[in-house]
C-alpha cells in the first residue's frame, strides 16, 4: 500500500503527465455528458430497454448511448468501421498501399479519406439506426421527416465530435483516444452490474457472490496473459564499423504476440451471428428446421450458437492476423538492417521461418480468443446475472483489458524517464505492443 501510494504521488507530480491525466479525465466527462443528451423530438420514457444481439453489443461500447437516443447514439462506431475497411483496403488495394509507403503525407491523405467515409457511414447508420430503434417505439413527438433530418444531422455532429475527442485524448491526454472512449462507455455499465448483481443474489447469496468476485480476477487475469503473451524471436544484428565507431553485434528480438488481431476477429464474428436467424425467419412457420435454426440461434447461450461462434473467431483470428502481420516485410526489414535470425537465412528462409511460428502459435491463440468470447454464455448459464455476466470475457473485458494495459506502460515511460520507480515491484512493464487499438 506504501508503494501505491508513493507512486501515485510521483505520477502527480510530473507536471506534463498529471495534465495529461486530468484532460484525459475532462475529455471523458465531456463524452459521458453527451450520451444522456436525448435527441430534439424524443420522448426519453417511450424508449425501449436495453436493446440485444449486435445492438446489445454497440450499446454497451457506447455506454447507453445508443438505447438513450443520445446525440451520441453512434459514437464512435462509425468512425472504427471506416478505420477497418481502410485498413483492409491498404492490405489489398494498390492504390491504398502506396498511400501508405508515403510516409507522413500518405498517412493524412488516408485520415482525410478516413473522415470522409466515417461521414457517409455515420449518415447510412444514422437512417438505420432512426427507422429501427426509435420510430418504432413510438417516442417521436414531432413530424417523421422533420425529425429524420435533424437526428441525421446531430447524429454526425455527434460522431465527429466524439471522433475530435478522441484524436484530443491521444494529443492532448493519456492512451489511445478511441480506445479510451469505447473503454469508458463499458466501465460506465459496471457499477449498475454489480448493484443489479447485489441485489438479485441478496444477502443470502453473499457466498456466492463472493466465489463469482473470485472467479473474475481470474478471468480478468487469464484475459491480461492472453493479451501480452508473446513468442520472441532472436534476431542477431552483424556489426558495422562507421567512423571509426562499432555499431551493432548485439542481439535483439521480434515479439510476436499470441494474440496478434486483438478483438477484432470477435467483433467480426459476432457481427455474423445474427444471420442465421435471420435467414431462418424469412421459412419461418414453414420449415421446422427454419423454426429450429431461428429458436436455437437467437439464444446466445446454446451450444450451437458458441460452437459457431467460437469457430468463427477461429477463421477470423487466422484471416486477420494475416493481413495485419506481414512475414515478408518482417524479414525484408530485417536484412536491410544487417539483422538475421541465428540458424537461418535472410530473405525468403527467414520469412518462411517468421510464418511458420505465426501459425504455430495463431492456433492456440485463437482458440484461448473464443474461450474468453463464450465465457459470458457460461456465465449466464451457471446463474450469473445477464448484466454482470458481460464483464466475465467477450469484447468487453479484452478491450478493458488491452486499453488499461496500454495506458498503464506510457504512464510507466513517464515515471522512468523521470527517473522515478516503475508501477511494478519486480520490474519495468513489458512493452510487448504499441498503442492498443480497436481499430
Known amino acids: 500500500m506504501k508503494k501505491f501510494i508513493s507512486t501515485i504521488r510521483n505520477i502527480f507530480s510530473i507536471e506534463d503527465l498529471r495534465e495529461r491525466i486530468l484532460n484525459t479525465i475532462g475529455f471523458l466527462i465531456i463524452f459521458r455528458l453527451g450520451s444522456f443528451i436525448v435527441l430534439p423530438g424524443v420522448d426519453p420514457s417511450k424508449l425501449n430497454d436495453a436493446p440485444e444481439g449486435i445492438f446489445g453489443l454497440i450499446d454497451t461500447f457506447l455506454g447507453g448511448a445508443f438505447s438513450n437516443a443520445s446525440i451520441f447514439g453512434l459514437g464512435i462506431m462509425p468512425y472504427i468501421s471506416a478505420s477497418i475497411v481502410l485498413q483492409l483496403l491498404t492490405v489489398g488495394v494498390p492504390y491504398f498501399q502506396k498511400m501508405q509507403k508515403d510516409g507522413e503525407s500518405g498517412r493524412k491523405r488516408i485520415t482525410q479519406i478516413t473522415r470522409v467515409l466515417t461521414i457517409a457511414i455515420t449518415v447510412a447508420q444514422g437512417i438505420g439506426y432512426v427507422t429501427a430503434t426509435i420510430l418504432p417505439t413510438g417516442a417521436v413527438m414531432i413530424s417523421t421527416p422533420l425529425f429524420m433530418t435533424s437526428s441525421l444531422i446531430l447524429l454526425s455532429a455527434g460522431t465527429m465530435f466524439c471522433m475530435w475527442l478522441g484524436e484530443k485524448i491521444t494529443e492532448k491526454g493519456i492512451g489511445n483516444g478511441i480506445s479510451m472512449l469505447i473503454m469508458i462507455g463499458i466501465i460506465s455499465r459496471f457499477p449498475g452490474a454489480i448493484i443489479a448483481e447485489v441485489l438479485g443474489k441478496g444477502t443470502?447469496?453473499?457466498?456466492?457472490?463472493?466465489?463469482?468476485?473470485?472467479?473474475?480476477?481470474?478471468?480478468?487475469?487469464?484475459?491480461?496473459?492472453?493479451?501480452?503473451?508473446?513468442?520472441?524471436?532472436?534476431?542477431?544484428?552483424?556489426?558495422?564499423?562507421?567512423?571509426?565507431?562499432?555499431?551493432?553485434?548485439?542481439?535483439?528480438?521480434?515479439?510476436?504476440?499470441?494474440?496478434?488481431?486483438?478483438?477484432?476477429?470477435?467483433?467480426?464474428?459476432?457481427?455474423?451471428?445474427?444471420?442465421?436467424?435471420?435467414?431462418?425467419?424469412?421459412?419461418?412457420?414453414?420449415?421446422?428446421?427454419?423454426?429450429?435454426?431461428?429458436?436455437?440461434?437467437?439464444?446466445?447461450?446454446?451450444?450451437?450458437?458458441?460452437?459457431?461462434?467460437?469457430?468463427?473467431?477461429?477463421?477470423?483470428?487466422?484471416?486477420?492476423?494475416?493481413?495485419?502481420?506481414?512475414?515478408?516485410?518482417?524479414?525484408?526489414?530485417?536484412?536491410?538492417n544487417g539483422g538475421f535470425v541465428p540458424g537461418i537465412k535472410?530473405?525468403?528462409?527467414?520469412?518462411?521461418?517468421?510464418?511458420?511460428?505465426?501459425?504455430?502459435?495463431?492456433?492456440?491463440?485463437?482458440?484461448?480468443?473464443?474461450?474468453?468470447?463464450?465465457?459470458?454464455?457460461?456465465?449466464?448459464?451457471?446463474?450469473?446475472g445477464n448484466e454482470f455476466a458481460q464483464f466475465y470475457g467477450g469484447t468487453s473485458l479484452l478491450i478493458m483489458v488491452g486499453v488499461i494495459m496500454d495506458t498503464l506502460r506510457q504512464i510507466e515511460s513517464y515515471l522512468l524517464m523521470r527517473h522515478y520507480e516503475g508501477m511494478m515491484k519486480s520490474g519495468n512493464m513489458k512493452n510487448n505492443s504499441s498503442n492498443y487499438q480497436v481499430a
Open 204 to 336: 443470502s447469496g453473499m457466498l456466492l457472490l463472493l466465489i463469482e468476485a473470485a472467479v473474475l480476477f481470474f478471468v480478468v487475469v487469464g484475459t491480461v496473459a492472453l493479451t501480452e503473451a508473446v513468442r520472441k524471436i532472436p534476431v542477431q544484428y552483424a556489426k558495422q564499423v562507421v567512423g571509426g565507431k562499432v555499431y551493432g553485434g548485439q542481439r535483439q528480438y521480434i515479439p510476436i504476440k499470441v494474440n496478434a488481431s486483438g478483438v477484432m476477429p470477435i467483433i467480426f464474428a459476432q457481427s455474423l451471428m445474427f444471420v442465421p436467424a435471420l435467414i431462418a425467419q424469412i421459412w419461418a412457420g414453414e420449415s421446422d428446421i427454419a423454426n429450429y435454426i431461428g429458436t436455437t440461434f437467437s439464444d446466445f447461450t446454446s451450444w450451437q450458437y458458441n460452437l459457431l461462434f467460437a469457430v468463427l473467431i477461429i477463421i477470423f483470428t487466422f484471416f486477420y492476423t494475416a493481413i495485419t502481420v506481414n512475414p515478408e516485410q518482417i524479414a525484408e526489414d530485417m536484412k536491410r
Open 346 to 384: 535472410p530473405g525468403a528462409p527467414t520469412s518462411e521461418f517468421i510464418d511458420g511460428i505465426i501459425s504455430k502459435i495463431t492456433l492456440p491463440g485463437s482458440i484461448l480468443l473464443s474461450v474468453v468470447a463464450i465465457l459470458p454464455a457460461i456465465a449466464i448459464i451457471a446463474g450469473v
